[in-house]
Structures are given as structure tokens and as C-alpha cells.
């Protein structure tokens, strides 16, 4: 049996019931905070806690929307610079195809070169690659690149020739199209 007490689990004791909200009085005796007080405060720290939370998943909700934009950026970037470079091979092949003589036509190997420019354009065309129409239509600084200009500066302006194809790849001009401005060509009807 023990007698003694324990001085140690005494001032522990002490110690808890004066840190305790409940146990610390006023003046008058009164609890300092009561229990509608302490569910009000730790309301208020949940409501701040959840607050917090939201903004959070806002915040990463955000990171991976433009995360995945600059992913999408990323790979167009990629693909245009791929695709502008194969550009000058579709020229030429479209150059050597349009200068064949009619006679040349027929042959086997000549329709094989015609399967392939067919089949190179449409993996292109797969990709988003469309050409600018630009003959006949007013000159637009945006898609057109005037090379030869006929008629005086400042008037109004159609494209007259297209010297060089230009290109669109989904819905930004890839190369503008190399085109001779002049006046509009007036049909026999006016």
C-alpha cells in the first residue's frame, strides 16, 4: 500500500485542469468560454479549413487545365514545324506533276508518282493541313503576301495571280500564299 503521493501525477493533474478552457474561470467564476463559444470558434476554423481545401482543388484543377493546353500547344508546335518543312517536297512534286506532257500520263510509273502525291497530300490533309484559296478573292494581309502589285498603290486590291501556294494548318495560316495583286479583272458582261 502507498501512502505517499505522487508529486509528479499531482502537478500533472494541476497542469490539465488549468489548461483546459473549461476550468479557467473569470472573475466571477464563470467558465471563460463555453461550449456554444468553443463550437462557434472551431466552426469557424473547419469553415477556414474548407475554404482553404476548395481553393486548393481550384488550384489544381487550374495546373492541369494548362498543363494539358500547353501539352496540345506542345505537340501543334511540333507538328507545324514538321509539316513546313515538308512543304517545299509538295511544291516540287506538284511542280513536276503540272509540267507532265499528256502523253507521259499513261504510263505505269507515271501513275504510281500520282498515287504517291495523292497519298502524301491526304496524310497531310489528315493532319489539318488545308490550301488558302487566294485567285479572285480581295487581298487579305493575314493569308496573302503580295510579290508583284499592277495598278496604282492604295487602290483597292484582288489577287490577280498566285505564284506560290499557301497553306493553312487547322485554323492558323502556316505559310502565306505568294500572290500578284492588281485591279479586278472585269468580265465582258460589264
Do not use: C
Not at 501525477?9 to 467564476?29: H, I, T, V
Not at 463550437?39 to 473547419?46: M, N, P, R
Not at 506533276?97 to 505505269?108: D, I, K, S
Request: proline residues 5%; glycine residues 8%; negative net charge.
Amino acid at each position: 500500500m502507498r501512502l505517499g503521493v505522487n508529486m509528479e501525477e499531482l502537478f500533472n493533474n494541476e497542469n490539465a485542469q488549468e489548461s483546459s478552457p473549461l476550468a479557467k474561470g473569470g472573475a466571477d467564476g464563470e467558465p471563460a468560454a463555453s461550449a456554444s463559444e468553443q463550437l462557434a470558434a472551431l466552426s469557424a476554423e473547419k469553415d477556414q479549413q474548407f475554404a482553404a481545401w476548395q481553393r486548393t482543388q481550384a488550384d489544381f484543377a487550374n495546373f492541369r487545365r494548362r498543363t494539358e493546353q500547353e501539352r496540345v500547344e506542345l505537340v501543334l508546335s511540333a507538328e507545324a514545324s514538321l509539316i513546313r518543312e515538308l512543304l517545299p517536297v509538295l511544291d516540287d512534286m506538284e511542280r513536276a506533276l503540272g509540267g507532265l506532257p499528256p502523253e507521259l500520263r499513261g504510263l505505269t510509273w507515271v501513275e504510281g508518282v500520282l498515287i504517291i502525291q495523292r497519298k502524301f497530300r491526304a496524310a497531310l490533309d489528315l493532319h489539318g493541313l488545308s490550301p488558302i484559296e487566294a485567285l479572285g478573292k480581295d487581298f487579305d494581309p493575314y493569308e496573302h503576301e503580295a510579290i508583284v502589285s499592277e495598278g496604282e498603290p492604295g487602290e483597292a486590291k484582288v489577287v490577280t495571280g498566285e505564284l506560290q501556294k499557301g497553306y493553312r494548318l487547322h485554323d492558323r495560316v502556316l505559310r502565306p500564299t505568294l500572290v500578284k495583286v492588281g485591279q479586278p479583272i472585269k468580265s465582258k458582261s460589264e
